[in-house]
DNA sequence: CGTCAAGAGGTGTCTATACAAGTTACCGTC
DNA sequence: GACGGTAACTTGTATAGACACCTCTTGACG
């Protein structure tokens, strides 16, 4: 068995055997196109050449591109080289759930000042959202959030009891929640984010000091483990002057969302 | 030429022979999850048996169910059977930016009244946003947007004259700008959406209907050409009781969006 | 000098085959 | 009855070839 190479053609990649083929053309393709080997604007070779170049079959290298196609970064048609594109990437789904991860991602330090975090039954609301029995022991953490020092968000978080025991292990106050819990192996694989907006609260309004009434940016966010099962429910309050959110969209169907700092006017 | 149709294997679709194999595949499979022939959470028939079904070989079989894994209706991997999953599908170009679309799609009667369509010279801002010279001619278009006869949205359009001048030929009290303008042929292709908060402003809250300084719903949208050319800037503020905007996104990099009328609680 | 036709080269689509790698079910052994 | 191994089936990956359709260039012709 597993003779063990066959070690010939194919020049550039190949570093040990594991990733598949079309993984390397594409992961090296993005490369190209990023360093700016294939200029923006150009089209960028065959895929005869680019077969010829690797020595495999179109399969592979067309494989490569319908990834980076379906990406935005390459354009073309029928009869048409592609021609390469750069594009703001989305970000990732670590940047857009952690605070943490995004204040750092735009230059800014992240901060936070822990309100309560709590061991308490669920209300009717969390509870229904999370698909807990009414209730049942969930762990709530309020935050406020700090960029730069400046209050910018308020965050209610209601965990799961099962995930929400790990932050009494934690200290909510040196960094991030999200980290700490993917660190111990909790399975955060999706999000639904719905943005809206809400007046402040007392509650609300003391914390990130404005007054009573003022416009926020709410996100609420509920995240589910990749079988669909409900961990956290949150309720984000963001300072409009802080952040905002983007959407980009465009006709063929490519989605890219990101999460701005709110440039000053 | 011509050879009228070869009529013999393929059983269901196969309606004319315009669109590609694998596109009437996906549509087909689409069709048997959204409808339940394929019930969620269960294993759908393998790809062999697909190939027989449809008289096909392994290829577009695969890439229909390529296309569908990418947009989250389909799980699987090797050596396990693929299993269907319903999902919210993102929402289309058309119906994330065309209000009028976007109601329909939700089952409202979308309805409009112009305040002022207008040739004016563009404010700094929007000239600076659309790159054109300050001071040069541009169409604004003031609309107050209803769901089902009750104000849900003020809209303010900035359209770059030769764009804006269509909408002179046109009642903007009868229906879809976009459509219209789609028909005229404008190249209608990106859009970048950026959602923040506000207070409403006098003018605002008249129109709206509530108090000055409540919370509105700020989504200022920036539409652009195929080639990046800007066409259209716009400043639209939603009742936070009628509208919300959603993103999902997971570990795996999927995102779609989606615009919903805000649940009563 | 403009226009149309032909050709070369490119991608899109489809078929057929082969093997690798993972999952599941079954069955014999202990 | 529990355990382990095998066999069948599934998807992932890759190759090779064929043809349709589109684009762009080139060259001949008017």
New binding site residues.
Partial sequence: M??PAVEC??QLVKTS?D???????GAEFQRRIESGEWPEGR?????????AE??????????A??ML?HEGSLT???????VARRTAPSQPFGTFLSFTQWARSIGREPGQTTVEVARRRASPGAAARLGLAEGAPVVELVRLRLLDDVPAMLERSTFVHEVGRILFDFDPDTGSVYEELLRRDVDLHHARHTIDAVAAEPHDAELLRVAVGDPLLRVRRLTTSSRGVPLEDADDRYLPAMATFTIENTIEGRTVIGRYRTEED
Avoid at 43 to 51: A, M, N, R, T
Avoid at 54 to 63: H, L, Y
Wanted: aromatic share 2%; hydrophobic share 20%; proline share 17%.
């Fill in positions: 597993r003779s053609h194919s055997e990733p598949p083929l079309h993984q390397r053309l089209p960028v070779p065959s895929e005869s050449q680019l077969c690797f020595g495999t079959s179109r399969g592979p290298v067309r494989q591109l319908a196609r073309g048609g029928r009869g048409k080289p592609p």
